[in-house]
């Protein structure tokens, strides 16, 4: 038997319902906020990850879906969507026919992880960039966003982390100074801690091996070393958030993995998740439209794995699953009029009715299964005596009350 690859899922018609409610709450979010939709292909050509994420990041280094196409081009299938939301910011000149462009996606992503709870090689993120402006009022709308959708999905064991990556000259300043500390320190790291030593120094900080974490706990912070701008902007920030009322608490050891980020950054954590915790995460990358090749451009966004909000979802029992409820189930009692039972379906379908019919000739103790199954508010019980009188016994499954009606008044009675 031919099975789906390691680390893909399929979403099933029981999954689906959860699904489709969680994008409602995405999008309905988003358009309070004034964000436009942008979708974008699923690979892209490899050096644009390369060239935006970073070479030395794992996602680059270790996990990406690549291959060479029959043009022998190296394309990639898309491990994240803000550097294909930037290509695409740059290709089609949006910057040029609107200053400021807030655009959000509902996407899935490729990464060759280890597949575990919460980590899937094909995962879906939705997320938001905003490209034009400095502010750090728009730092604060991406947090407000992200927890209103999370809030909105009905989760409450939320943690809002914060930090400041500053700017690549600052940052570069204390990276100085981190080597410094970790000079006679570094047989005490673990393999990887070593190898980020040369490539992204900063990654330490994610380690969570014991050993790591001692060495790393008296190492300087980035945050005592920020140049003015990123001071100011991150106390605004602050400011902001707590006029807001959205709970939040400073991480000084909070880094991204992605290279493009400057200033701010952030990730909300679940408490109900397991090991993978952050449900989302973002920050500025005020560098990265000019990095690849477009106008010197500020931005800002977010990414949100969707599966993982929904594993924390089912673990604090936030939302009931939705049901599909059929509106109107029609038991045949006569097998002869099976066509005028699927052509009075129809006749209801086409009023945007839901309705079911017995397609397998069952007996009515078997269709009235089906249409409790189904969640049906209404059966109408199609033929009998009553047929001849163009009529139906209608049957309110709530209330259990049933009554006689005429096939021409069904419509009417359950709209």
Known sequence: ???AIKGTKDILPESIRNWKYF????TSVFNIYNYQEIRTPIFEETTLFSRGIGEATDIVGKEMYTFEDRSKTSVTLKPEMTASV???FIEHSLGKKQSFNKLYYISPMFRQERPQAGRLREFHQFGAEALGSNSPLLDVEMINIAYDILKGMGLKDLTIKINSLGTPVSRKKYIKLLKKYLKDKENLLSAESKNRIKKNILR???SKL???IEVMKNAPILLDHLDNESIEDFEQVKSILKVSQIPFEVDASLVRGLDY???LTFEIISGNVGSQSALCGGGRY???VEQLGGEPTPATGFAAGMERILIACENEKSFNTLQTAIKIYIVCLDTNLISNAFNFAQSLRKNNISAEIDYLNRSIKAQMRDANKLNTEFVLFFGGEEFKSNSAQLKNMASGKQE???LDNVLNKIK
């Not at 994008?23 to 995405?26: G, L």
Request: glycine letters at 0%; a negative charge.
């Open 210 to 212: 014991e050993n790591d």
């Open 261 to 263: 980020y400057t200033k």
């Open 1 to 3: 038997m031919i099975k």
């Open 23 to 26: 994008e409602n709450v995405i």
């Open 404 to 406: 006689l009606i005429s």
């Open 204 to 206: 330490i900080f994610d």
């Open 286 to 288: 005020d560098l990265l």
């Open 86 to 88: 930037v290509r695409a």
